[in-house]
């Protein structure tokens, strides 16, 4: 090994606090760093890759027949912007019934609705690929799409809706990219599913020249509905929803990784030039003596470099291995959704995110290197103890007139002789009580999300009225045959009136029925009496407050092109029911895609519209159990059901939960680490000094007190600054997270930090500072009066 | 006459540092009250050793050390402090002023580190700088003071707390001819005031112009023990 190998090898072995700080820091940024970056650019490439693949269409329309013909929506294939288009295809919102049994699903069971394509070949725009089974080779012959039907080839479905009840046998099981279709039949055949008085729908697919964002994809649709009648287009989807639909839960993630990435990378540069710059004020004399060996300035430079790159690359390649490892079970998801491998973080990121890091973690040594490099060797070797510094005397003056006990004072006044490093340390703490108030702000927000992204979460007992009402969240599959009847719900409401304790309630069902513009079944959530106490938080508009009217979520405004204040047609068994959307809510149940009405609407599609369940809110100080309890010997009778409400906690929000409390963990560690260094720094420099003041009589528990009061002055400043820091880092990463999923946070969401919240968070860089200080304050209070003397 | 109680009362006194030769070996030594000892010898013959087990800085290993009736020997880190405040002040050879602090900043310091009222801790500080002629430089700092001047700020920052013994460590080591002169003045002033010192030195003047009694150690042991004549009568025995 060179000589200046074993100068770099014996100054990392030395300072082993330094070296972990080190570790830790590169670690850590880098860890989120490669998540961040990997998820952002991993997490598309399944859908991208199998967009490609099939060929798939940038916008799926649908055409009402009776305002356009064939050749006109041929004709559309020639609009501005349009490089491919396949259709038109005759489509159907049907609903089939199984006519055999398979493993799967029993005979006789209603499916939900579901729109069926005529489409004669499986090619072009939007390739459909066969995952079991044939395409169709007859007009007998049904496919269908994958993960929406729980058939398989050889069941046979009956459609009773259609004239005659046909029956086709299920050939394949094929995969849409963009979902263009729930099941696909030869297009003579898709004429005849169609239940008597159905307005005749078509489909067509479209791919654009320019495809990349929402607005090009709106602009191709806008020149589309140019050139056919007004009114015939009445639905379209962009693939760009769906491609945020497939790959939501992973992008959820990056946002606040790349703030964690950022913040890391940051927090790794300030550290590591605090380090090496103690490292270098530390060992002045050092330097000199390898000087006076013959070492040149750039030998020195270069082994003040390398003491920072070689823990550093220790911690960029744990951070490569631990980022990889992390984003494994969140980019399976993704992959699995497209049947493709399993997505994993590029090469290039793994090559390109460390090398940034140890590029950033050699400018910050460079400095302080350099600073070495150009000691004089006379100088330098001659170094005796740290020369007392002419700085922050007014302060000392001033502190030590202040009514409080002389080891406060002292300590009040030590950051304005080092005013430089005081602000290193205070920068550490910064980032540290910026990243808890960051991580806290998130934690609040995804609490928020998780309490209110199921719908009739709100209330604390659910009732059920029986008649295979369906579970919130359950795919609607209804068994044929007499079901057990719904409770009256008079009976019910008369008994929820009746008994003590019960505040307020209303009465919620559900069914699945045809949304314009959105393909296959919407689950329709209808309301009886006012829900909005338990409602889902609003985004924009108002909640629901007479008949006809509708609250949705953004996915499904972007999924269905549409915007507040525009209406919806939900079409069962022939009837067709506008509804107008009042407004914008934000829940995740059922992909976000599930529409909010009163039960009128249900009424008039000639569904059940009685309430299969009620959500209570009991009075303030109500003891569940008894109430539980008192409620059922009630509703017993009536065929009901009482329990308390309970809604599952969603994996991936706990997943994100996880991973930003371990990267705050680890942004405070390395903070409170970086604090260590510089109050050691601090404490051996002035060990002196605290030797001539334990010999003036100052005891250990005063020692403490200096050195911990020294730091909790910057620490208190310095969490102040950090508050308003982080609050406005998670008001600007929160929208994005929701952008990310397609759902707009709610402003309730994003303003979490209450008055009390805020004051906590304010102490938080105290905390870090003094738990950063402990360890070498105590070193301090421990020296004996005679070593810190003698110590120079 | 009756005997009153020494100041310090070391008994049998040994101190080892690891393998080596013992700094201290079994030295008895007793100061009387208003006594000024002068402890000489070569370097490395124990002298500072001495001096730290008397300032509590350090322990025996074996032996006791009494100060003021106190078992020094026996404190703990915290005794020791309160014990440094109370009933010790020491002087250094190279005055151990904190520079970032000011003339009267450094003499507040024990007072103020031993909680003693503001006003009267201010009023004590002046009047000792007064007393030692340094009162014009009370709100300078450390660093514009000559040596003799800091030496005097560092005699009255020990004496701050009024201490039973005043413990000088080379006090004129570090000081120019007449610097020292001044100093070894000073001290021979305190000693005739009442004040009880044990001084550690190089400096036969130092000793002879203000010592009652000289001590001298060679490897760790006391080879001479001698009593100035023209002092016994002033040392209240």
Known sequence: MSALGRVVRAGVGRRRVQTTVMIMTTLMAVTASVLAAGLLVASRAPFDHAFAQQHGAHLTARFDGTKVTAAQLRATAHASGVTDAAGPFRSVETRARTASSSDLVPEGVDLPSMTVVGRADAGGVDRVDLVSGSWLSGPGQIVVADDVLPVEPGTRLTFPGAPGSPALTVVGVARSVTGTADAWVTPARAGTLAAPGDTPAYEMLYRFAHAETDAQVTAGRAAIAAVVPKGALNGAESYLAVKEEATANAMAFVPFLAAFGVLGLLLSVLVIGIVVSGAVGAATRRIGILKSLGFTPAQVVRAYVGQALVPSAVGCALGLVVGNLLAVPVLAEVGDAFQGPSASIPLWIDVVVPATALVLVACAALVPALRAGRLRTVAAITAGRTPGTSRGRLVRRLTGRLAVPRAVGLGLAGPFARPARSATTAAAVVFGAVAVTFGVGLALTLGAVQSGRMLDSGGSVVVGTGGGQAPPGAQAVHVGGPEKPKADPAEVAAALRAQQGTGRFYGTTQAEVSASGITGATTVVAYQGDASWAGPPMVSGDWLDGPGQAVVTARFLKAAGIEVGDTVTLTERGRRVPVRIVGEAFFTEGEGMALLTPVSTLGALGLDATPGQYVVETERGTDLTRYLTALNDRLDPLGAVARADSSDDSSVIAAMDALIGTLTLMLVVVAGLGVLNTVVLDTRDRVHDLGVLKALGMAPRQTLTMVVTSVAAIGLPAGALAVPIGVALHHYVTPHMGDAVGMPLPSAHIAVYEPPVLALLALGGLVIAVAGALLPAGWAARTTTATALRTE | ?237
């Open chain 2, 1 to 237: 006459m009756a005997a009153t109680a020494p100041v310090i009362d070391m008994r049998a006194v040994s101190r080892t540092y690891g393998e080596g030769p013992p700094a201290l070996a079994g030295v008895t030594l007793s100061v009387a009250p208003g006594e000024a000892l002068a402890v000489l010898g070569p370097s490395g013959s124990g002298k500072s050793t001495l001096l730290n087990l008397i300032a509590g800085l350090d322990r025996p290993s074996e032996g006791t050390v009494t100060v003021d009736g106190l078992r020094v020997d026996q404190l703990d880190e915290a005794g020791s402090a309160r014990y440094r405040r109370t009933k010790v002040g020491m002087v250094f050879q190279f005055f151990n002023l904190l520079d970032d602090l000011t003339v009267t900043d450094n003499v507040l310091l024990p007072a103020q580190l031993a909680g003693m009222p503001r006003a009267a801790a201010r009023a004590r500080a002046a009047g000792l700088l007064r007393d030692l002629r340094i009162d014009r430089h009370a709100d300078a700092y450390p660093g514009r003071l000559s040596g003799g001047e800091r030496q005097r700020v560092a005699v009255a920052r020990a004496l701050m707390n009024r201490p039973a013994l005043l413990l000088a460590d080379e006090p004129t080591g570090a000081l120019d001819t007449a610097s020292g002169a001044d100093v070894r003045h000073l001290l021979a002033e305190l000693n005739a005031s009442g004040q009880t010192i044990v001084l550690v030195t190089h400096d036969l003047s130092l000793a002879a112009s203000c010592a009652t009694r000289t001590v001298e150690l060679v490897d760790g042991r006391v080879v001479r023990n001698t009593r100035s004549a023209e002092s016994a009568t002033a040392v209240g025995r």
